[in-house]
């Protein structure tokens, strides 16, 4: 039996197999990435800050950065109700509720987009009556509460303004939350539950101070794997959000239209912050997982 | 009716241990109808949109829609660039779970996490690398232009994109599978006398067949949906570089909402097929294996 040390040698293919991979992961992945950050290496420090720091921009950052958060503590908490209710429970239909869950993935972002544009835009199947329910509602918000800015915060309509953003980009983020929980669900011991009712606890106490915190590790992992998506999206976006600079222009849309304007310095610029962004999110989601496995272990 | 919502633990202990370690039946209706609401809210309700404004017009116009000559070239375009993507990044995936599967060397943990860069990308941006590539003010792009060869704006650079957008699909669900069979029936192989790609062919793939058809439909799925890195490489122009997404885009963006649904009913039916066959690929596993996705 020869020992895994050996390995390298018995087995064929490890040069052929890695020095593929390495050329193929270099050219489709690694060169082109670097393209990003040597085009801006050759921009001006003073320049680069121009670039990623003026209004628009910033503007663009803090709704992509908002929208995504708030999408992704929507997801977490429905994502969380969705996987305890697949992994729990049984009720008709659940194998076909439970293949859908993964829908976001498999649907296009432009279908998605513009199905969901369809559905909340103001003769939309529920546009129709969310659309002025959401206009006097933030209307009143802003009779009440003048000090804040509501109106240009939460958007007077659904489609074609903020919570058209919000919308869409719940959607694609869906399935992170319910995949990251369910299997870490189905791994949790009886023995924990029926323990703490030995010790006295009744249903609210041993969820809220037993199984809750067994699975917050997981739970983050898929919030930040949901806003680290969302953060990134734009084909689902672009239809409903109705696309104004300085309100309702995401991140990624300024790129596009930095580019169609030929300023590629600046859409490249833009780009390397939003790489930084996401490099730092794949760390962090990494890091977590590790840390959710280890809790799981001990 | 409370037989509709059971318990997974059920003929555990007595009557406080069983309220203790189970939700109350109340509890168990409103959690269920709250998720099933949310999932009808977000997915049900868009898929249904898709088909509705479809046939909206009828089923005449939903038909004529395909015989747009722009609209079969965006077809074309889209199973061409697939055909392309997805072999490519299949043989990229077999290569790469073998040599990190099956032997150990320095800076693995590294190169897994490098696989997976592509998810963390913005579609936009992974559009954008390539321009800044191959594009007219790019690296390539003056030798390009003097060998009167076009990459952005032009079909290699869409297949391109959309090779970069699915890359990890089928690598990542390959390395942990073979990781998890380990090496034991390849050295046996190998003991009997059978030649390396005997060895793939005979040993190593009749086991991760499943895994690798799972990689194949999620990797195609992506590549015939995929719009952002696509819609900034392509340049738009009508029945040349228009995909299928692009093409709603484009239809849509022109009010012509019956064709541009009519379209994207196409694209909803390849979701629809792709997660039938992915449930099929998870249930077959989980009948080899007891339980868990492959």
Redesign the interface.
Known sequence: MPSSRSSRSVLPGFGLSLGFTLAYLGLIVLLPLAAAFIKTAGMSWSDFVAATTSPRVLASYRLSFGASFAAAAVNATFGLVVAWVLVRYSFPGKKIVDALVDLPFALPTAVAGIALTAIYAKNGWVGSWLDPFWASAVGRLDAALPGVAWKEWLGVKIAFDRPGIFIALTFIGLPFVVRTLQPVIEELEPELEEAAATLGANRWQTVTRVLLPELFPALLTGFAMAFARALGEYGSVVFIAGNQPLHSEITPLLIITKLEQYDYRGATAIAVVMLVTSFVLLLLINLLQKWSRRYHRV | MSA??????AG??GH??R??????VW??WL??A???G??A???????A??FA?AFRKGAATYFASFRDPDALAAIRLTLFTAAVAVPANV??GV??A???A????PGKSV?I??????F??????SG??????F?A???FGPWLMEHDIKIIFAVPGIV?AT??VT?PFVARELIPLMQAQG?DE??AA?TLGA??WQ??WRVTLPNIKWGLFYGII?CN?RA?????AV??VSGHIRGETNT???H??IL?NEYN?AA??AV?SL??L???V???L??VVEWRHAQAHG???P
């Open positions: 509709v919502v059971t318990s997974l633990s555990s202990g406080v241990a309220r203790a370690t189970q939700d109350p509890v168990r959690l269920t709250i998720a099933l949310f999932l809210c977000f997915l049900l309700l868009p898929l949109a898709v404004e043989v990229f290569a790469a073998w040599c990190i099956k032997f150990n060397f190169l996490t490098l696989i997976d860069l592509p963390a990308v913005s579609p936009v941006i954008l690398i390539y321009v800044l590539m594009g003010q790019g690296w391109l090779t970069f890359f090496n390849e050295y190998v030649s390396g060895i793939f999620l799925a015939m949906g995929e719009f952002g819609s900034v299928m997404p692009l709603i885009e849509y909402f541009a649904f994207a694209l909803a390849l979701a629809l792709t997660l039938v992915k449930s339980s868990g996705t």
